[in-house]
């Protein structure tokens, strides 16, 4: 356990690649720094967020999932659980935001998973990470909705890093998708409301160009 968080903390370096300093005159000098981001810097700053994502992971194996709630619990609220029951409860009560599930399970596979969490909330990312590796099951998941699809191996560090960032590319796109879909009801319902004072006002309404041409009015108007 010890080597494993040393390397994960070599893993993540913060870089100071510029550092500048100015003094005019008997003034404090400034410093200036200048931060190199590197991408390996992701999880150390999605980490630093004051609210983690939620992630579900259901495996029919205890150790399988200690190990992952151990390895991205830095990084994520974890609820691990064995019950496809579990799964249901939890995305009808909580702001779940990805599911992560096993293939082959005792009660269940990983596309009754799918379905459940679908049925319930559509939008919602599942990710595959299964025993097993199987290019049909891979196509067909990925034809049914799954975001993506791991085939287990927490021991390599580069794998986890390839997990953590599906988990969260999974969890933008969602985002991203939702916000667009909010503004756009918003524009839609405030073209609704404009539509209704047009279409219930005694004075006269229209728009013109800088010509003084009539291009938009109310149907009402338009024969004046």
């Known amino acids: 356990m010890k080597k494993t968080k040393q390397n994960f903390s070599n893993y993540v370096v913060l870089k100071i690649c510029h550092i500048q300093h100015q003094n005019d005159g008997g003034s404090l000098p400034e410093i200036k720094v200048n931060v190199l981001k590197s991408s390996r810097l992701r999880s150390f700053m999605y980490a630093a967020t004051e609210v983690k994502p939620l992630v579900i992971h259901i495996d029919d194996n205890e150790d399988i999932l200690h190990l992952f709630r151990i390895s991205f619990r830095t990084y994520f609220q974890i609820r691990s659980t064995t019950k496809i029951s579990d799964i249901e409860e939890w995305i009808k009560k909580e702001n779940i935001d990805c599911v992560i599930t096993d293939f082959e399970m005792k009660d269940c596979n990983g596309f009754d998973v799918l379905k459940t969490v679908k049925e319930i909330n559509p ?44 988990i969260c590319k999974a969890i933008e796109i969602r985002k991203s998708r939702n916000e667009k879909e909010k ?42």
């Open 183 to 224: 503004a756009y009801k918003a524009y839609r319902d405030s073209e609704q409301r404009y539509r209704l004072i047009a279409e219930n006002i005694n004075d006269a309404l229209y728009i013109h160009d800088r010509h003084g041409n009539i291009v938009g009015a109310i149907q009402s108007i338009r024969d004046i």
């Open 123 to 166: 939008d919602l990312p599942v990710i595959f990470y299964t025993g097993q590796g199987n290019e049909d099951v891979a196509r067909k998941a990925f034809v049914h909705g799954v975001s993506d699809y791991f085939v287990k191996d927490l021991g390599g560090f580069v794998h986890k890093q390839k997990i953590y960032n599906s």
